[in-house]
């Protein structure tokens, strides 16, 4: 059982020593339904039901959470999700006193007019409704019986429901883990609400049949929550999850660099040129295994020694890429605070890491930078990486190594949210993040899966040092 879980970084108050009280929640997408196959509109409609791959993955879910304890399961009662949870609870761990139990608030997003159509059908007939789902998707609107409906804002109002009547029933106990199994539509609507993101974000986030996600909550909705993984695919066999169907863009994997002795002493490294120690050089090694197989054909890191070495390491299964180096990649200056532990911050800097840690927007570091500075940065190093993979192959995938803080700034500007979401996104040393742009560069991008670490050290939770920036 791995029930001690730890979230860097938190406010002093929420810590006793080295235990959060929180509330992990593990969320899976229903296996491949019959409709999924056909490309069927499912929404409410109950008439789809598991295929005997679907089978397969939620039995693949259960032994990838084989070695958790769960306080509460919680489906949806829609046949696809319901007939998912009762395989992935065949090999769980459960107290008898938590059965399974069902929520509406887990149902699939209501299409009303559309479901169990085709979506060639709504494609060809509905073009108007079919280019909002597609670019606007919190704008479709469908009347019924003479009023006006629109799906997506009433998928989030759903969303925040359930949160609200389940999160109570579980926090104020100490590491508490849940399941959730529902849908690709209330999934993306509950991480959304969960990290404050608008239904106008709706596509931002894929779900792939049976894929995992991580959240872990310190309280309820509105406090503190950590995006720990999305769309965990390795244990159906995909190390990457899939590009969406009909992706016309590109790929990128970004990628923190491996472990140093300072993130393993928690020491504040910044832009002081810490190397790898071993065990950072062993997971460079690992994510280069991982990715042996993935059609890399650029590669751009940041100049420091630490995400330099990673790079390297990876690029040794390919040869015929040459790495580049981007300046605007290198770690948040921590100024005063580099080389410093949070003990001795905390001592001559009173106050200020627990601000950092609760409202990091407002912090400007002593000497060194404030996190609007390395967003912009970030921001402006990605934009150009995007810009320069226009001339290259569409099949080719663009490889960016970079560090904890200008990770977590670029995934939350990918996603749509401001600095001042910078904890919500957690980065792994070694951990892969998979963005695409399946509608072209000049789209919006969709987050296929963040903080894979399964390469790593097996599992789905992320073992990696919770070490300082």
């Known amino acids: 059982m791995a029930s001690v879980l730890l979230i860097e970084p938190l406010p002093p108050s929420l810590k006793t020593e080295d235990t959060v009280l929180t509330t992990r929640v593990i969320l899976v997408r229903h296996g491949e339904s019959s409709y999924n196959v056909e490309r069927r509109v499912q929404g409410h409609c109950d008439q789809s039901t598991l295929t005997a791959a679907g089978e397969a993955g939620a039995r693949k879910v259960a032994a990838a959470l084989s070695d958790l304890r769960f306080d509460a399961v919680y489906s949806s009662p829609l046949k696809r999700a319901r007939r998912t949870a009762e395989l992935v609870l065949e090999g769980l761990k459960l107290p008898p006193t938590s059965p399974l139990q069902f929520s509406d608030n887990l149902k699939e997003i209501n299409l009303v007019t559309w479901e169990g159509r085709l979506f060639s059908e709504i494609e060809q007939n509905e073009p ?25 804002p009433a998928l989030y109002e759903q ?31 509950l991480i959304g609400t969960a990290i404050g993101l608008g239904c106008d974000r709706y596509q931002a986030f894929y779900q792939s049949n049976c894929g995992l996600n991580v959240l872990n909550f310190v309280d309820n909705l509105g406090d503190p929550v950590q995006i720990e993984s999305l769309n965990q695919t390795a244990h159906l066999n995909e190390p990457l999850p899939k590009p969406v169907r009909g992706n016309q863009g590109r790929r990128f994997l970004l990628v923190r660099h491996g472990e140093t002795e300072w993130n393993r002493q928690k020491r504040f490294q910044g832009q002081i040129d810490v190397p790898l120690n071993e065990n950072g050089r062993l997971q460079a090694e690992q994510a280069a295994e991982f990715l042996r197989e993935v059609a890399i054909d650029q590669a751009v890191t940041s100049p420091l020694l630490r995400p330099k070495e990673t790079a390297e390491i990876i690029l040794q299964r390919h040869p015929d890429v040459r790495l580049e ?25 009173s106050g200020e890491l627990e601000r950092w840690q609760t409202s990091p927007e407002t912090v400007q570091m002593p000497e060194g930078e404030n996190l609007q500075q390395v967003w912009d940065r970030s921001v402006a ?75 790593l050290a097996g599992g789905v939770l992320d073992k990696t040092a919770a070490g300082a920036l």
């Open 325 to 349: 180096f981007n300046a605007n990649l290198v770690e948040i200056s921590h100024g005063l605070w580099e080389g410093k532990l949070e003990e001795e911050i905390e001592q001559e800097f």
């Open 159 to 189: 969303a925040e429901t359930f949160w609200k009547e389940t999160l109570p029933l579980h926090t104020g106990q100490k590491n508490q883990t849940i399941l959730l199994v529902a849908h690709s539509g209330i999934i993306r609507a």
């Open 128 to 152: 108007e409704g079919d280019r909002a789902w597609k670019n606007a998707p919190h704008t479709l609107c469908m009347t019924v019986e003479g009023v006006d409906y629109y799906p997506v």
């Open 381 to 455: 190093a990605w934009n150009a990486i995007v810009q320069s993979a226009r001339d290259r192959p569409p099949s080719g995938i663009t490889l960016v190594v970079a560090h904890d803080a200008v990770n977590k700034a670029l995934l939350c500007y990918l996603a749509g949210l401001s600095p001042r979401s910078f904890w919500s996104f957690k980065q792994g040393n070694g951990a892969v993040s998979v963005i695409d742009y399946p509608q072209g560069l000049d789209k919006p991008p969709v987050l296929q899966a963040s903080n894979i670490t399964t390469h």
